[in-house]
């Protein structure tokens, strides 16, 4: 499984669950990149106090959902209908569904909180100070060094989707926790 294969499968989590009607990426992407540029025009610098701030909160809900992932690699049994009840076979059927949809959710949210703190890191590297030549005086200009609009675009468009999958998690979590609490697993 790739990455691509990631996020389009986490897209396609997002539908209407009464009407299972597909609800368009985009719209959300669209959503996120205008409130990302206005935050990125308009907001504050990503200093190092909202950089550090943003990479500690990322790596404690990132060990969140590494628990989840391994959770679900754990308790990789699907649910079965023991009790011959259609309600019970149905219920089951949804669980396993929220289940695996929760696995790209997971895996999306890490992906953009890796991605996210990467990022972050790599922009506070100065190779000029470690390096005197006028290759790595390039790099550190002009590769590493992207304007605080840009930069700022970048993570807060990484932060906002991040958010927004952690979120879908969480509400994904506490149904399988209800669910499973009524069939006493």
Do not use: W
């Amino acid at each position: 499984m790739n990455i691509f294969e990631i996020i389009i499968n986490h897209n396609k989590t997002f539908y209407n669950f009464r009407t299972n009607e597909s609800r368009r990426p985009i719209y959300r992407y669209f959503i996120v990149v205008i409130i990302s540029l206005f935050t990125a025009f308009f907001g504050s610098d990503f200093d190092g106090a909202i950089r550090e701030t943003i990479i500690t909160s990322f790596s404690i809900l990132l060990g969140f959902g590494f628990s989840v992932i391994f959770y679900l690699g754990v308790d990789n049994n699907a649910l079965k209908n023991e009790s011959g009840h259609l309600e019970d076979e149905l219920k089951n059927e949804k669980i396993n569904k929220v289940r695996r949809e929760l696995f790209f959710n997971v895996a999306y949210f890490n992906i953009t909180a890796l991605l996210t703190i990467f990022i972050i890191i790599i922009s506070q590297i100065k190779f000029s100070e470690k390096f005197n030549n006028y290759f790595f005086d390039y790099i550190d200009t002009y590769f590493f060094r992207v304007s605080e609009v840009t930069f700022g675009f970048i993570i807060c468009t990484l932060v906002l989707e991040s958010f927004i999958a952690f979120f879908v998690v969480i509400k994904k979590v506490n149904y399988m926790v209800e669910q499973r609490g009524t069939f006493g697993h």
